[in-house]
């Protein structure tokens, strides 16, 4: 027999690499993420002076009515786009070169977001929030936020294809509306399973992005920048989760491999 593996042998690797995501851990893991993006979008806007660390686009509209009421506009809020976009690049990068090598891409990717918030929760207590948000040592902080919820959006897409966004919610609301009115309206069954089953995905993530942001707003109104300690610590149990889901994948790969001939 041919040592040679057939051409559907690398179909396994990205089996592992692409967990389900209509597992409980996983759409527990979308819930954990939503909520870590809008408690660090809303305590980074209140603590760095208006600076939009998931929603970067958000700063290009402060920015540009700074500018046209004759106010200073932020750096930080114009050197945000291209750091995010620059991060999202290099995520997707790091990504395809661990699958490349049969390494599953998600674990490795949530790791590297708790350590850049990790990095911006620490920046921000060393820092003093009173001095000027455009100072080194803020700025540095707010490229870290903006960098880990620019690994955050990739790592959706790239290591679980298929579920909604969980840091931009217009796009999630618009789907999840769509689907509600396809549910309403009836017709064809398997469109209707299938809006059935987007809705059952969005909903937890739109509201978790709401309660982040509410319970962000209130710990940074009452701790200030220290109040990222809590997307930090989510950030952490969504590494955790995140072994609650691929060993399921792993255990698929191998069942399949020991059924290739040698």
Same mark, same amino acid.
């Given at each position: 027999?041919?040592?040679?593996?057939?051409?559907?042998?690398?179909?396994?690797?990205?089996?592992?690499?692409?967990?389900?995501?209509?597992?409980?851990?996983?759409?527990?893991? /979308?819930?954990? /993420?939503?909520?870590?993006?809008?408690?660090?979008?809303?305590?980074?806007?209140?603590?760095?002076?208006?600076?939009?660390?998931? *929603?970067?686009?958000?700063?290009? %509209?402060?920015?540009?009515?700074?500018?046209?009421?004759?106010?200073?506009?932020?750096?930080?809020?114009?050197?945000?786009?291209?750091?995010?976009?620059?991060?999202?690049?290099?995520?997707?990068?790091?990504? @395809?070169?661990?699958?490349?090598?049969?390494?599953? #891409?998600?674990?490795?990717? /949530?790791? +590297?977001?708790?350590?850049?918030?990790?990095?911006?929760?620490?920046? $921000?207590?060393?820092?003093?929030? *009173?001095?000027?948000?455009?100072?080194?040592?803020?700025?540095?902080?707010?490229? /870290?936020?903006?960098?880990?919820?620019?690994?955050?959006?990739?790592?959706?897409?790239? #290591?679980?294809? @298929?579920?909604?966004?969980?840091?931009?919610?217009?796009?999630?609301?618009?789907?999840?509306?769509?689907?509600?009115?396809?549910?309403? +309206?009836?017709?064809?069954?398997?469109?209707?399973?299938?809006?059935?089953? *987007?809705?059952?995905?969005?909903?937890?993530?739109?509201?978790?992005?709401?309660? =982040? $942001?509410?319970? =962000?707003? %209130? $710990?940074?109104?009452?701790?200030?920048?220290?109040?990222?300690?809590?997307?930090?610590?989510?950030?952490?149990?969504?590494?955790?989760?995140?072994? %609650?889901?691929?060993?399921?994948?792993?255990?698929? $790969?191998?069942?399949?491999?020991? *059924?290739?001939?040698?």
């Amino acid at each position: 027999m041919s040592d040679m593996a057939p051409a559907g042998a690398s179909d396994p690797m990205r089996m592992a690499s692409s967990p389900s995501i209509e597992s409980r851990a996983a759409l527990a893991l /979308l819930a954990v /993420l939503s909520v870590v993006a809008g408690s660090t979008d809303i305590i980074g806007f209140l603590g760095l002076n208006g600076l939009f660390t998931a *929603r970067v686009t958000g700063n290009l %509209a402060v920015l540009a009515a700074h500018i046209v009421a004759g106010g200073e506009g932020q750096f930080a809020q114009l050197l945000s786009v291209p750091v995010f976009m620059a991060m999202v690049g290099l995520t997707s990068l790091l990504a @395809g070169g661990l699958e490349s090598i049969g390494v599953a #891409s998600l674990r490795p990717l /949530l790791l +590297l977001q708790f350590l850049l918030l990790a990095g911006f929760l620490s920046v $921000c207590v060393a820092a003093d929030p *009173r001095v000027d948000p455009n100072a080194t040592k803020l700025l540095l902080a707010g490229m /870290l936020g903006v960098s880990a919820m620019a690994v955050q959006n990739a790592l959706v897409q790239i #290591s679980l294809k @298929g579920a909604p966004s969980t840091a931009i919610m217009t796009t999630n609301v618009t789907r999840f509306a769509a689907d509600i009115g396809q549910l309403l +309206l009836g017709g064809n069954l398997a469109e209707v399973a299938k809006a059935r089953n *987007r809705a059952a995905r969005t909903l937890p993530v739109i509201i978790g992005f709401a309660v =982040g $942001c509410g319970i =962000g707003a %209130a $710990c940074e109104a009452a701790v200030g920048l220290r109040s990222l300690v809590l997307p930090a610590g989510l950030a952490l149990l969504a590494f955790a989760l995140g072994f %609650a889901i691929e060993p399921v994948a792993d255990r698929a $790969c191998a069942a399949v491999q020991l *059924r290739l001939p040698a």
